[in-house]
């Protein structure tokens, strides 16, 4: 691996000079003649009558995977500029014009699913059986059985370009609001403005002061935009919910649950398994007050690390204990995270107007990937990187597959990014010589059992009963705090002194459009890779294998299926997830027992 390593991605090998890139004009340009042609040869498409005519869909197929894989790098081009600078307003320009775009070859997408739809089963059998087609059974199929599930292709054509100034522009508008966001804090006696990313950072810091003075200015701000923030929440909750009404849809959680291809039943009995085990991070909390010498923890304190690290972490050398820490596991995985360190993928640099938080997109056309972060030289920031860099894995091993094939669900896709992560967190824990070192690594591994099943639980709580709000009427900014704290008592189980009501303005998922419900994925995604990572260790290295093929077949296959054909596993019954809570339990244990003198 290169020394030193770039702090700064690049992006230039994709469209060279930004926002403000000629090739990306151009490209832009060929996309939309594309979709125009594509729009003329869908309206002309019959439906089939038998299997020699559909033959002639064939180049149709083509084309919309086509543009689907153009689309995907355009927009994520577009995002990435956006967020390495949030004063770019070339990208939001840029970024508007893809989504226009996307609008477009959704509504044709729509009117060939209407295609789909229409073809009688004895075509259509015959249709999936064709060579050429059968490895698109599961999309095309999939496709189909939504398309009889919604309303006119007219109607759906129409509320697609409709969301482009309506549901996604009120998305867009939000991120215009936290570009705004500036928090005042003193460092070495300067007084700065800090980002939203960059406070953030602040509200995990060491000291109970800094991350206290920080969260108060961090509460302050958000209240100060909450009203803005009310409106953008009500207005796209109320898009959404014209749109199921249309679809005849009741439950809210059809569509989330349809885009991660699981079911509610899946979905039920792994937060009942999750509830259960509750008891034990409430012991952890109550503990970790004692440590930090305070009655009960705040909202602010859940995250402040326990026991002490050797010091700040550089970014040279998290690189280089992940690498090692993957070998262990598969090589593959390894090589493939040495080449994105080489030819710097990774946006890690600390600086104003940056977006907060981090993300891995893959470009279908470049076939590589990027990740974005901010690294301040954290446990928790390696962690980060390690997760991405498994979104951007994950990414790898389906980029020779149909761009339909390629296109699995964010519950799948969490569960790749937070294997990787277990991997380091867990070495990092069992590699440590020294007491205190080694019950901060095992203490910021249970922060995260923490998140997935009580910060994230809050956010299911508070979205799902929000939207039975919103069908109502307009939901006011204090109502939606009030909401929120509610489910934040409920989640962590009352054992906060203090909560953090304007959350649901602070937090960019409840502003995500293309996936609704933000929030449970990323819980079944840990609790998927905490039991992949229980059988890894009982099986040892013959299990990377059978990793990959499982990860291959996350873009056509429901989440039951893939587990049920790779792991022999019903995932409606709790035994799948009770192991993984029982790995979690253990780290919680150790900590009890490590700290016992302490409390």
């Not at 909390?285 to 026991?307: C, F, N, Q, T, Y």
């Not at 002490?308 to 204990?321: L, R, T, V």
């Amino acid at each position: 691996m290169k020394q030193p390593l770039s702090l700064t991605w690049e992006l230039e090998s994709i469209f060279p000079g930004g926002s403000a890139s000629p090739q990306f004009e151009s490209f832009l340009s060929v996309l939309q003649s594309d979709i125009e042609s594509l729009r003329g040869q869908v309206a002309a498409a019959a439906v089939p009558a038998d299997a020699a005519s559909t033959m002639l869909l064939d180049p149709v197929i083509e084309l919309l995977q086509s543009c689907a894989g153009r689309l995907t790098q355009a927009s994520e081009f577009a995002g990435c500029l956006g967020a390495q600078n949030q004063l770019d307003k070339g990208a939001v320009r840029l970024s508007s014009k893809v989504t226009g775009l996307r609008a477009g070859y959704e509504g044709i997408s729509s009117a060939f699913d209407n295609v789909l739809r229409q073809t009688s089963d004895a075509v259509w059998t015959e249709w999936m059986a064709r060579p050429e087609i059968a490895p698109l059974n599961f999309v095309l199929s999939e496709s189909r059985s939504l398309a009889r599930e919604k309303m006119s292709p007219e109607l759906e054509s129409l509320a697609l370009e409709l969301a482009v100034d309506g549901y996604h522009g009120w998305s867009e508008h939000y991120e215009t609001i936290v570009g705004q966001i500036q928090i005042p804090c003193e460092e070495d006696g300067e007084q700065k403005l800090l980002s939203a990313g960059q406070a953030f950072n602040k509200l995990t810091d060491e000291n109970p002061e800094v991350r206290s003075t920080m969260f108060r200015k961090w509460e302050e701000a958000w209240g100060g935009a909450a009203d803005y923030c009310a409106d953008t929440l009500n207005h796209l909750a109320g898009f959404r919910l014209k749109l199921y009404k249309g679809r005849g849809w009741e439950d809210v959680l059809k569509e989330p649950l349809g885009i991660n291809r699981m079911s509610r039943e899946t979905l039920d009995v792994m937060w009942d398994v999750i509830t259960k085990s509750k008891p034990a991070l409430v012991s952890y909390l109550k503990r970790k007050a004692e440590i930090l010498g305070l009655d009960s923890l705040a909202w602010v304190d859940v995250d402040a690390p326990v026991g002490k690290s050797s010091g700040k972490i550089p970014y040279e050398q998290a690189a280089a204990d992940i690498v090692t820490q993957f070998r262990k596991f598969s090589p593959k995985l390894a090589d493939f995270a040495e080449r994105a360190f080489d030819k710097d993928w990774i946006e890690v640099e600390d600086r104003a107007a940056k977006r907060p938080g981090g993300f891995c997109v893959s470009f279908p056309e470049s076939k590589e990937s990027r990740i974005f972060m901010t690294y301040s030289g954290t446990p928790s920031n390696v962690s980060t990187l390690a997760h991405e860099l498994g979104h951007a894995y994950h990414s790898f091993l389906l980029e020779d597959q149909p761009l339909f094939n390629q296109n699995y669900a964010m519950n799948v896709a969490e569960t790749a990014s937070t294997f990787a992560e277990v991997i380091v967190s867990d070495a990092q824990v069992k590699s440590a010589s020294d007491h205190e070192e080694k019950l901060a690594l095992l203490e910021a591994k249970i922060q995260n059992s923490v998140a997935f099943f009580m910060n994230i639980h809050a956010r299911f709580l508070f979205e799902t009963r929000f939207y039975e709000m919103r069908k109502a009427g307009l939901v006011s900014s204090e109502e939606l705090s009030a909401l929120m704290e509610e489910a934040q008592k409920e989640a962590f189980c009352g054992v906060l002194s203090e909560y953090h009501p304007h959350f649901w303005a602070s937090k960019l998922h409840f502003y995500i459009t293309d996936v609704p419900f933000y929030n449970f994925p990323y819980t079944v995604g840990y609790m998927f890779s905490t039991g992949l990572y229980r059988l890894a260790l009982q099986e040892g290295a013959s299990f990377a294998d059978k990793y990959d093929s499982l990860l291959q077949d996350t873009g056509v296959m429901t989440l039951e299926d893939l587990v049920s054909k790779h792991l022999g596993v019903d995932l409606s019954k709790p035994d799948f997830w009770q192991g993984a809570v029982d790995l979690i339990v253990a780290d919680i244990n150790e900590f009890l027992e490590m700290t016992e003198q302490r409390s």
